[in-house]
């Protein structure tokens, strides 16, 4: 990897369980949150030609879609720290001639030409220094270039979220409080914190819009719990608990999410962000 400036914990988590878990479910996991996906390429409109970078790209699903929204003509080209997913939207990716996938850290990438625009499904939240990196992501577009991705919003908002970690909450002590914005998955639940970093990062025709969808944590009460031991706020909050505990964590998730059931979809709330580039 080349242009590293990531923390050695964020590497590690994305190199290391987190890349375990989103391989091991990546088909579960992209139809999870592919309608959030959908809203961000909406918003983004890519047309055929285009050359487009996606941040964060993770095993690849919007990759893909990118690249048939854009065509042979046009190319996408796909960044991420985390090797075992890059490999993962690699063999996905198989073929497609007019996609590149690079182990790289999207705060300091510079490309070899600039991109039309810049697409994300969940892959911004983690830089150390925002402004910084999306100043760099500015520097990567054409003038004009547009960007457009969806960021999680606060947790009281994310049912998805929230009844997980209340549950485990009213198991196990609450962790020390990160800092405000401190990287993680509800870094950008702020809007004018999101508007405040796109303006200093020196993006113009800021829009930060909600969508709401329901998002489906399991087909069965038992699939369900399973997705909350092992992904999201609760299950980082479990792992490092003795197995009694974690006992009785999960009957607290249980006990949360039985009167969601038998088939568990809880609201997923996320902002819509659009941007340009100045000319
Ligand atoms: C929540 S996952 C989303 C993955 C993918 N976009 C998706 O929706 O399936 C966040 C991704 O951002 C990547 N990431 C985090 N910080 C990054 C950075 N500075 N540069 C490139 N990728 C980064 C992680 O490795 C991870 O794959």
Redesign the pocket.
Known sequence: MTNL??GTN??E???GV??DR?VTH?AE??AR?AV??RAAIDALRPVAGERVL?????????VLTLAERVGAAGRVVG????RR??ERARERARGATHVDLAL??????RPSEPFDAIC????????AKPVA?FANLRSTLRPGGRMAFVCWRAIAENPWAAVPLGAALSVVPPPPPAPEGA?G?FAFADEARVRAVLGEAGFADVTVTPFDAPMLLGETLEAALRYASEMGPAARLMSDLSPADSARVMAALEAALAPHGPRVALTGAVWVVSARRPD
């Open positions: 400036a990531l964020e590497i988590f994305w190199n987190a890349a989103w990546q996991l992209d949150i959030y996906g996606d941040v964060g790209c993770g095993c690849g699903d919007t960044l991420d720290v985390s997913m890059l790289e850290d999207a705060a300091v990438y994300s499904r969940f892959g911004v939240m983690f830089f990196a990287p998955p």
